[in-house]
């Protein structure tokens, strides 16, 4: 896999919305959409941002070597650590008494696993530990641009659970579901080629490359067509906007560049039901050394 690390510091914003759905549910509320509690305003988290581009990423890179994803539920994370050293003859069970091998390990995964690559891991648990990776690529929380109203229903199943039930001549059992009837939702990210380089291993083509900067919007711009559910409804990303700068350090602020985009209601809505009800403001006007790109 050819490896290009990345030289400029960016940041994006994207939006995306949700009609009928629930576009994150809380499991200490219910499964819930998650919702500011003295706002209202709705929340995705960044984790289930994330979770979204590593699926992407899995369907679309299936079976590619240098694509794996590290964290999802096929076997237990300590297990993988322990393949790394397998794969490279390391003493095994030493609990990274051995720094060089610890290190090697640890290039092993970040060669390997994109999702560690782009947002780093947690990887000192373990017999076999491969160390700590500060990921390149982080994500703000998703924040609505308006209070969002929680609606819950309640739905019926033709078709019961237990036996006994099924004796007792039931015929259906009911439930709830939660959603929002619809939110436009806005999430700022940011990619750091500082921290790409730090992490690089240039000799051995090993970092967070131009390849996989190109395959991270990929994944942002498709990060719902393969994620459809009835519990999340229609969810759609509307926007990525892309602020690349000619440094690596960065030539401007990441907050003034969050604020060239401005949200608002059309006048008149009370209620937003469509991304239409909505308009876009984009300030063109860029700080010396950033350039603005409207991937979608």
């Not at 079976?63 to 964290?71: H, P, R």
């Not at 999802?72 to 720094?99: P, V």
Request: charged share 30%.
């Amino acid at each position: 896999m050819e490896n290009n690390i990345i030289k400029n510091r960016y940041e994006f914003v994207m939006i995306f919305d949700v009609e009928n759905g629930n576009p994150n549910g809380d499991p200490d509320a219910g499964n819930m959409p998650r919702t500011d509690p003295e706002t209202q305003y709705g929340i995705v988290t960044d984790v289930c941002l994330k979770r979204k581009i590593r699926n992407f990423v899995e369907i679309a890179k299936d079976g590619e070597s240098g694509y794996g994803i590290l964290v999802r539920a096929d076997r237990a994370l300590n297990s993988k650590f322990t393949e790394a050293y397998d794969a490279l003859g390391l003493a095994k069970k030493q609990k990274g008494k051995n720094s060089d091998d610890v290190k090697a390990a640890q290039e092993y995964i970040c060669k390997n696993y994109y999702d560690v690559r782009t947002f780093g891991a947690v990887m000192s648990t373990g017999d076999d530990p491969c160390g700590i990776v500060r990921g390149p690529v982080q994500i703000n929380f998703a924040r609505s641009i308006d209070p969002v109203y929680v609606q819950d229903i309640t739905i019926t199943r033709q078709a019961v659970t237990t036996e006994s039930d099924f004796a007792d001549k039931k015929k259906t059992e009911m439930g709830k579901k939660s959603f929002v009837p619809y939110g436009l939702y806005k999430a700022e990210g940011y990619v750091s080629a500082l921290l790409a380089q730090k992490n690089a291993d240039k000799e051995k083509n090993i970092g967070f490359s131009e390849e996989d900067l190109e395959l991270l919007w990929t994944a942002i711009i498709n990060m719902f067509e393969n994620d459809h559910s009835a519990a999340r409804g229609k969810m759609c990303m509307r926007k990525l906007y892309v602020f690349k700068h000619e440094s690596a350090l960065g030539n401007a602020p990441s907050h003034i560049l969050f604020d060239k985009i401005k949200i608002e209601k059309k006048e008149g809505v009370v209620a937003p039901r469509s991304y239409d009800d909505y308009v876009i403001n984009v300030d063109k006007e860029m700080p010396k050394g950033v350039e603005l790109t409207e991937k979608i």
